[in-house]
T-cell receptor, first 112, second 117 residues
């Protein structure tokens, strides 16, 4: 059974600081997705990581994938309040048909 | 394009009642999915479909049924609602599921908040 664990689950940051969210998963997969969810809203796709060593960046967010370590990271640079949201990683089970297993989510709050 | 839409947005049911949630997408996607989101548990896959007329069970299918009679629509049914089915339900769609590329990215609807009393 594929398990996906994120840490931390809660993250309170000051504006301007850097931090990393970790996503560990238990079985082999080379496809990992990061999503953002604002309170009461739907999920928005942030990054698609499709191979070992993949790195994607968008603004203050950078995601990477290490399939050998079964680890993905979401790095936040110089946080701003607008980044406050819940961030999910999701791992494709690698068998077929895009079945995703989600992590529990990391609730990020950025304070002035 | 409206993307993925869900009807209704909110619903309150009594135990034992039935209802159907409707998901529609206008992106010509082949794959569609139903998830439920519970606090602290992320999203869990209920059922999915890889094309018109097909359905398959996901991680937590018990108590739910689905149908995909038209490519653009995916219906989720609760035959006899239970309080354990209180949750937020999300529908998603993707162009494919096995391309190994960005076309597998799932796009989510706005969600349906269901309360079963």
């Amino acid at each position: 059974e594929l398990k996906v664990e994120q840490n931390p689950l809660f993250l309170s940051m000051q504006e301007g600081k850097n931090y990393t969210i970790y996503c560990n998963y238990s079985t082999t997969s080379d496809r990992l997705y990061w999503y953002r969810q604002d309170p009461g809203k739907s999920l928005e796709s942030l990054f698609v990581l499709l191979s070992n060593g993949a790195v994607k960046q968008e603004g203050r967010l950078m995601a990477s994938l290490d399939t050998k370590a079964r680890l993905s990271t979401l790095h936040i640079t110089a946080a701003v309040h607008d980044l406050s949201a819940t961030y999910f990683c999701a791992v494709d089970r690698g068998t077929s048909y895009g079945k995703l297993t989600f992590g529990q989510g990391t609730i990020l709050t950025v304070h002035p | 394009n409206a993307g993925v839409t869900q009807t209704p947005k909110f619903r309150v049911l009594k135990t034992g009642q039935s209802m159907t949630l409707l998901c529609a997408q206008d992106m010509n996607h082949e794959y569609m999915y139903w998830y439920r989101q519970d606090p602290g548990m992320g999203l869990r896959l209920i059922h999915y479909s890889v094309g018109e007329g097909t359905t398959a069970k996901g991680e937590v299918p018990d108590g739910y049924n689905v149908s995909r009679l038209k490519k653009q629509n995916f219906l989720l049914g609760l035959e006899s609602a239970a309080p354990s089915q209180t949750s937020v339900y999300f529908c998603a769609s993707s162009y494919s599921g096995t391309s190994g590329g960005a076309r597998d990215t799932q796009y989510f609807g706005p969600g349906t908040r269901l309360t079963v009393l």
